[in-house]
């Protein structure tokens, strides 16, 4: 469903839900989301072992120039290992401009104002480096409304996911999320408004498991054929490209847009990289409670010890039962999808009986 890449526009790539979209389009630029599909083993050459395979995955797609056709890429400050990847990919993808963005732990005033001083300094060096366009504050506000467009509907969508008679797959809803990353917003949001008109009611039988698949930067098709081959419902997409990153939109009547824009990003429902422990259990919960859902499945990137950090105090306050899966650009192990099977069963077990 993802789109191939026109050759005559200029793309820039990103690999963080804290990146600014808006400022790449208001830049004349189209964001381009970097989602690797698998880990080759000349990274190794370069990173160690013991690394989050995303990391290692936007590094073997680099080398393998894959990313050739884009005219620059934006990492952030997400963690330590994407931080060391600015600096690797800078040394090894020599012709492909890199530019690295700071991000506050934090969301509070001084925060804000210190992520739109970050954000300011990216325009500039988007300027210089990119484009050598100008971006002004109707640019800005005009790349605003477009997303702010996407998220409202997307907003719908992910509603009728949760419906008990409009359920939409999660496969379709991932490619919707992939597409989101990689796609002008206009166009996009066309092709929603579509997607939307042509949702048909599909009731399913009351014993499958409701689930909500949660993580951070998972965006394997196999994942989520499992989970739906197995007879279960993901009701709610949360990750770094899903729900959590559509969820609330940029405030559009401020005179300051730069500052609009980081006050959303960074007050957004938050992830694993920042600060609030308390907060990332009330989102989950909240979601859990809107989806009516019976259990939880977390997708972990191997050696992602931020999120690894969390899990045991995340499956203590779920109020639901829950898996913890680790997986990698490659697919899930045998092991894996059979603790998924069991997982669902054990669900639907409980259905049947309550």
């Known amino acids: 469903m993802i789109q191939d890449i026109p050759e005559k526009e200029r793309h820039i790539g990103y690999a963080c839900s804290y990146v600014p979209v808006e400022i790449i389009l208001a830049g004349g630029m189209v964001p381009w989301r970097l989602l690797p599909k698998r880990v080759s083993a000349d990274a190794d050459a370069y990173i160690a072992s013991a690394t989050c395979c995303h990391i290692k995955g936007i590094f073997s797609e680099a080398l393998r120039g894959e990313?050739?056709?884009?005219?620059?890429?934006?990492?952030?400050?997400?963690?330590?290992?994407?931080?060391?990847?600015?600096?690797?990919?800078?040394?090894?993808?020599?012709?492909?401009?890199?530019?690295?963005?700071?991000?506050?732990?934090?969301?509070?005033?001084?925060?804000?104002?210190?992520?739109?001083?970050?954000?300011?300094?990216?325009?500039?060096?988007?300027?210089?480096?990119?484009?050598?366009?100008?971006?002004?504050?109707?640019?800005?506000?005009?790349?605003?409304?477009?997303?702010?467009?996407?998220?409202?509907?997307?907003?719908?969508?992910?509603?009728?996911?949760?419906?008990?008679?409009?359920?939409?797959?999660?496969?379709?809803?991932?490619?919707?999320?992939?597409?989101?990353?990689?796609t002008k917003p206009d166009a996009f949001s066309q092709s929603l408004k579509t997607f939307i008109k042509n949702t048909e009611d599909t009731p399913l039988p009351s014993e499958i498991p409701r689930v909500v698949l949660t993580g951070n930067a998972f965006h394997q098709p196999e994942v989520i054929a499992h989970i739906e081959q197995a007879r279960g419902r993901i009701v709610a997409l949360d990750s770094c490209i899903g729900e959590r990153y559509f969820r609330t939109i940029v405030h559009e009547d401020g005179s300051d847009p730069v500052i609009a824009l980081a006050e959303r990003y960074l007050l957004k429902s938050p992830c694993a990289r920042m600060d609030g422990m308390g907060e990332r259990i009330d989102y989950l919960r909240t979601l859990i409670r809107e989806s009516r859902a019976n259990g939880v499945i977390c997708l972990t990137p191997k050696y992602c010890d931020t999120l690894l950090y969390e899990l045991p105090l995340l499956k203590d306050r779920a109020g639901v039962p829950f898996l913890a899966i680790e997986h990698d650009p490659d697919g899930l192990s045998a092991q894996a999808v059979t603790r998924i099977e069991a997982f669902l069963e054990m669900l639907k077990g409980e259905k049947v009986h309550a």
């Open 67 to 182: 990313y050739d056709h884009l005219d620059g890429i934006i990492l952030a400050d997400s963690c330590d290992g994407m931080r060391r990847l600015a600096d690797i990919l800078s040394s090894h993808a020599r012709n492909i401009p890199v530019l690295f963005l700071d991000i506050p732990k934090k969301k509070e005033a001084d925060s804000i104002s210190c992520f739109a001083f970050s954000l300011q300094k990216l325009i500039d060096d988007m300027q210089r480096e990119f484009s050598g366009r100008p971006v002004t504050t109707e640019q800005l506000q005009t790349a605003i409304r477009e997303c702010n467009s996407v998220r409202r509907l997307m907003s719908e969508v992910f509603i009728i996911q949760k419906n008990e008679g409009r359920g939409i797959g999660g496969l379709a809803l991932l490619d919707l999320c992939r597409e989101a990353g990689r």
